[in-house]
């Protein structure tokens, strides 16, 4: 059985890769798992079909057979459980990858996000000028911290995992703010994740949506 992701009508981003369905895309690409995916509309996001997938009306979802899953690091995660590719087979790199996801997503992502809402949701509040300076400084003291674990190496612990997936998913979202640029280190890494085939495969199947 195939498994069905959902996934934006049309992206706000215009199909940059930023949207989340693109890391459950390339996490499916990586382990070689052929999926079909469901667009749908932000109008179709906040009715009864789709909230019965995600309580929050977002995306994307992962149904197959009898499961349905929401929320991209518990769908890459079961994903990588469930495909050989993604998870190391020694049980303590195992653990650590696992680790790095959720450091991805909540020890990383927060503040970039943050950045997002304040120049996008909260530009016109008088509070942003003050505030966007404390963002970006946040955002630097993890870069930094991760900048320094990096090092020289390719990936987080060793080979590539659904770790450096995930990290290197939430880091391209800063490209745009030009931080990045402080940290040639990480435009390293982030450029190693893209330059992955399956990374690739994702991010032109997601393009075409918003292109066509």
Do not use: C
């Not at 798992?33 to 749908?40: G, I, K, T």
């Amino acid at each position: 059985m195939t498994p069905t992701i959902t996934a934006f009508e049309r992206s706000p981003d215009g199909g940059k890769g930023l949207a989340r369905d693109t890391r459950v895309r390339w996490a499916l690409e990586e382990v070689g798992q052929p999926y079909e995916v469901r667009l749908v509309s932000f109008q179709a996001m906040k009715e009864p079909a789709h909230l019965a997938l995600h309580p929050f009306g977002q995306i994307p979802t992962y149904e197959h057979g009898d499961l349905a899953l929401f929320e991209t690091g518990s769908i890459v995660l079961h994903i990588a459980e469930h495909h050989a590719g993604l998870l190391p087979r020694d049980a303590n790199a195992r653990a650590r990858a696992i680790s790095w996801m959720f450091a991805a997503v909540n020890t990383v992502e927060p503040p970039i996000l943050e950045l997002a809402t304040a120049r996008i949701l909260e530009s016109d509040k008088p509070w942003t000028r003050e505030r966007l300076p404390l963002v970006m400084d946040r955002i630097r003291d993890r870069l930094k911290q991760l900048s320094a674990h990096l090092d020289d190496a390719d990936w987080l612990d060793g080979t590539f995992s659904a770790g450096d997936l995930m990290m290197v998913s939430v880091l391209l979202r800063l490209r745009a703010s030009g931080i990045l640029d402080e940290f040639p280190g990480l435009s390293a890494y982030i450029a190693r994740g893209e330059a992955r085939p399956a990374y690739k495969r994702a991010f032109e199947a997601q393009l075409a949506v918003n292109t066509r």
